[in-house]
Nanobody, 124 residues
Framework: QVQLVESGGGLVQAGGSLRLSCADS????????LGWFRQAPGKEREFVAA????????RYADSLQGRFTISRDNAQSTVYLQMNSLKVEDTAVYYC?????????????????WGQGTQVTVSP
């Protein structure tokens, strides 16, 4: 069973950085594609980044590449999202997710497991 818990959200000024963490208390972390998604008020959940099970492949939303970096530590069963040069429009609840073949890694409807989310608020 995969159980995901996000942390690291908070309030930051525009231009600042945050690092989100997602820990998996289950036993299948290293064999899962892991994704980060976000959802702003009144908007649909959108893809942010994904990491393949071996960690060798990553994928990013086109609009975020260059500012956000996904990484994972299989030994610690944790995936990270480093967010730099944050903008007000990055404000959202950020979720990590697992349990999808790599080819569906940017599709939230395909994921089986979700964390509870962590709020990121970027002030002007």
């Amino acid at each position: 069973q995969v159980q995901l818990v996000e942390s690291g959200g908070g309030l930051v000024q525009a231009g600042g950085s945050l690092r989100l963490s997602c820990a998996d208390s289950g036993r299948t972390f290293s064999s899962n594609t892991l994704g980060w998604f976000r959802q702003a008020p009144g908007k649909e959940r959108e893809f942010v980044a994904a990491s393949a099970w071996g960690g060798g492949s990553t994928r990013y939303a086109d609009s975020l590449q260059g500012r956000f970096t996904i990484s994972r530590d299989n030994a610690q069963s944790t995936v990270y999202l480093q967010m730099n040069s944050l903008k007000v429009e990055d404000t959202a609840v950020y979720y990590c997710a697992a349990g999808v073949p790599w080819k569906y890694s940017d599709d939230p409807s395909k994921y089986t497991y979700w964390g509870q989310g962590t709020q990121v608020t970027v002030s002007p």
